[in-house]
């Protein structure tokens, strides 16, 4: 029973955010509606708790301390990636101030489904066993579904809720059934003891064929992947916006974590096997996010088939870990993966900010048309989208740059130059649709029939927001080796 | 003594009817039982698992699976009621503004 | 200390970006506004002078690291720069023009909308170009690439409101990143060979490429050239970026950055060396293009796009110049080319501005009474460009055609002189229609004609004097101060010593050339007005494929535009009719799957299941109905996506 108080010590971080979510729903009803935005306050402060906490771990970077049994598992993998988590759920909070308030939506559970969806994500990237990834899974997905349809009197956000719903309950249902048969096979649900179980063996049994597919299907839906993306679309830009954000960064970046940590260290063994797998599920998706997003119209909807490219050229990381030869290859390949998930929740985050508080009226101005003429209006803000869709599309000196080129240097590393000539040519591909937004904002004139032009609405809450996101995407496009050298240091051993 | 396969068979059984219930089925509340029946199915492959094997691990992960089920069941029924007040249906297909 | 002025050389116009983009609109006057941005070019220019006079001195490249951007792994990349004779002339250009360019701005845009948004922009691009040619690697030099890209794409479109400079923006941006791409397939594959990006250490370790690797290279890193420096078939966006303000279409389009593909071609010389099909490749792009820009720019009637055609021809001399291995005339070439463009540019507008911002030569006539100084220093250009000793474009033209005749390139030297020639012509022509015969300017313009102000002619000075003099650069012919200082990184020009009278008559006869082209515009343009319709006519179809630029846009939108809208259509219908064919598919194989394959037993098989609408959904104005957002298609999707895993994990598994 000793170390009982050691294992809750161990997930105290989980602890908070949970506590925390528990009393902002009690404290809800107490709190008259003008003063909601204490309890976003009050969510900040439980997530500055958990940043020191993880965080002043930081000089033990790489400690693996095990809890539960084995259930869950804290290393400088699960530091690295709940860093990541806790700013980027800041960020969220502090976008969703204003957002809220502008959408008439000052609804005090939604701080405490952030937090219980942080909660899940949290436990996501310790999991060391398929039932507290699964849980950790299903935690963040109940809440996201609900935040997704929290803009009641909108038909669109009821319509994403409902369809994430059924989808994401389809793909759960998927990967549990995995889960069982791996299970079946490998007699364990320890990722150590599917390991040990799964050896190097290969794929001589169907069931465990069956198994990793299903995984990674499950895994692939909530990645975004193609052929499991077509949620995200609807669901992008449905949602309210800041709950799109949060979806398109923190829930990626968590279900990566898991994912990676699924194939690496409990199927590492067929490496071969799914490294190809997902070699090819990695060209579908650069090839249909990046077309696809070309003849968008709505910006979120541009977005979100950009969100699915980017699952794609995190994926040739993976890929390149797979294939790595010897073990610094696999390394870096798996570095460049969360860093480019990292680089990538700053610029998308940003470039969510805005389209946030752009506002026609009263409303979202969503269409790519309502950004014409904004550099004229507020440059600054135009300045700003042009920064964000400039990293996105990975031009230099920018951190999309250097994440793009951390992944495709992995894929030349293993061998794979023609993967990455491929995906240079889609990343060539994808300024096109990005910088039309670029060019709509200085190169065109509002259409003067179309009523009230929109603006971006500032407020101070936003303003740290968007300073956070462009100082991430210019200081680590110019700096990288800080956030380089702590991916490669908390990259998970490749067996 | 039935053997393992019987068990995985039923299981297969159940999961490809709760596939193919997610697939044709348009009532949003049949969708969701489909989708309770696919969990089940793979309850029945722990559980058999669990047995043959002599781990306890596969019921541990059974009854957490019970527990998401009614979780995951509740918040679908509420969108569900959410969904059906703004449009007097429950049908999946009508449930489609966002395309493209 | 000169270190130190390398690192600072790129700082001051960043500085003046930021202060100028950040808080120019808000904190200060337009007055401070340009200040800034020229001051900062100017310090730069000074820097760049010290550091020039060290490199004189010592004679040795400077390699200056300014901090470690990206490392681990097997690479290292640091935003270094190295400063070699070859960057200094480009330094020199780039701040030296740049400069000029800035002040004659500050003119030019006066009272313009958004005046400090165009020098935030200027010196944007002037640190981008200053990266360009000052990195140490291939990396800064893409970073750099990017930058000017980026800028003269808001450059083209500075006028957004006009729909054509919207337009000629986007094009310039799509066919940039045709060679863009070129460029990055190139660094890629000496990333591969070479395991670093550094200058130095590619070209140390260059010997050990196999020939074709270095073919390969070559013409990647040509595409990229050919792309920025718009030589053929990329050429068509240099033209229609002329839409940007005129100080735009100095600096940027004619004297610095379209050259930086000479540049890159220059730098890389050893790899081009190595193979003689990438140089010939090099040759025949440049030497065509010369030929076929000099025809497109008789008939245009544009007076920035005659400019534009004869800054594409040009560049094709440069190219023709590398690819027969005159690396250092080419570089000669930018260098005089850079002075006399940028005063034909500048004069240009100087006209443009007297006249209201009218641009077509067919509403002037008969200013050279009128702004005798804009008059006499185009005329500077005019002879400059159109290679009449001893101004600056016939020693460096010259060297090149020079070049190419001793070397036995006489299908070059060919179309270099056919090239010269049209050019003497259609630069005369455009001088005679500009500025002599009877004025043709409707009434109201004619009235308001009046000289630019002193801080737009001074700068045209300048660069006048420098057309005047800066061919003495090169001189003597191959031995010139310009050949020894390049020495060291462009290579020895002539390896065989080639007699003086030979040298001689080939200057009579690029002497020659000259002459007979301005005299026929004299004939034509000016004892005889009447003859050039009476030509025109005559000829109709030549002439007006060549008024229609050959056809080559047309070719284009024919080839490329109409199939992309079409892709694009196809894309929309694909998505619409065949991914929603295939999921509906999918959804019936599924079903069929389950049921049976017939018909009936699915029939059997919906009442098995008793489902509510099954007959429904078999209505077959639902199956035409094309439509998707449906929940159970995209399930349908997730479950074909399985089946197609499981058939690529067997593949993988049985091979």
Redesign the interface.
Known sequence: MTSYGADLLVILPELIVVGAACLLLVLEPLTPPSRKELLAWLSLGALALCIGLTGGQISVLNLRVSAFSDLVVVDGYARFWKLLLYGVTGLTILMSLPYLKAERLQLGEYYGFILLALSGMMVMVSGADLLTIYLGTELMSLSLYVMAGLKRSSPRSLEASAKYFVLGAFSSGLLLYGISLLYGVAGGTKLGAVAAAIGSRGFDDPLLLIATILLAAGFGFKLAVVPFHMWTPDVYQGAPTSVTAFMAVASKAASFAAFLRVFVEGLGGLKADWSNLFLLLCLVTLILGNLVAIVQTNIKRMLAYSSIAHAGYALIGLVAAGRGMGESGGASGLASVMLYLALYAFMTLGAFAVIGMFRKGGLEGEDIEDFAGLAKRQPLAAFLMLVFMVSLAGIPPTAGFIGKFYVFMAAVEAGLAWLAVVALIFAAISAYYYMRVVMVMYMREPDPSAGEVPQLVASPALTVVLACAVAGVILFGLFPNPLVSLALQSVLPLK | MVPLSAYVAVSAVLFITGLLGVLIRRNFIIVLMAVEIMLNAANINLVAFSHYLESMAGQLVALFVIAIAAGEAAVGLAIIIVVFRGKISTNVDEMNVLKW | MTDLLIKLIPVFPLLAVIAN??FG?YLWSHDWAHRLAWGSVGLSFLCTIGVVADVLRTGTAHEVIA?????????TINLAYLVDPLTCVWLLVVTGVGFLIHVYSVGYMHGED?FT?FFTYMNLFMVSMLLLVMGNNY?VL??GW?GVG?CS??LI?YY??KVS??KA??KA??VN?IG??GF??AI?LV??NFKTLDYTKVFAQVGQLSPDMATAIALCLLVGAVGKSAQLPLHTWLPDAMEGPTPVSALIHAATMVTAGVYMVVRNHAIFDLSPVAMETVAIVGGCTALFAATIGLVQTDIKRVLAYSTVSQLGYMFLGCGIGAYTAAVFHVMTHAFFKALLFLSAGSVIHALSGEQDIRKMGGLSKKIPWTYRLFLIGTVAIAGIPPLAGFWSKDEIMGHAFVHHHYVFYGLAALGAFLTSFYMFRLTYLTFYGPSRMDHHTEEHVHESPMVMVGPLMALGLLSLVGGFLGFPPEHGWLHQFLAPVAGVGGEHEVGTGLVLTLMMIATGIALLGWGLAHYLYSMNPAAPDRWAAKAQGIYNTLLNKYYVDELYDVLVVEPTKKL?LA??WF??VVIDGIVRAV?TM??LG?AGSTWAEKHVIYGG?N????GN?LLAKQWRQL????????????????F???V???L??QR
């Open positions: 983009g950040l609109r901090y470690q951007w990206i490392f681990g792994g097997d690479l958004g948004r990396a893409f970073i990017e980026l794409y808001l479109g957004y409101d400079a919207a923006a986007s941006f799509v990143r863009d791409a990055l397939l890629f990333f591969i694009g894309l929309d998505d619409r959804g599924a079903e389950a299941l489902i509510i609408g099954y959904h439509q998707s957002g449906m929940v159970h298609h995209y399930a349908a999707i997730i479950i074909a996506g399985l197609l895993l499981a690529v994990i067997q993988i598994v």
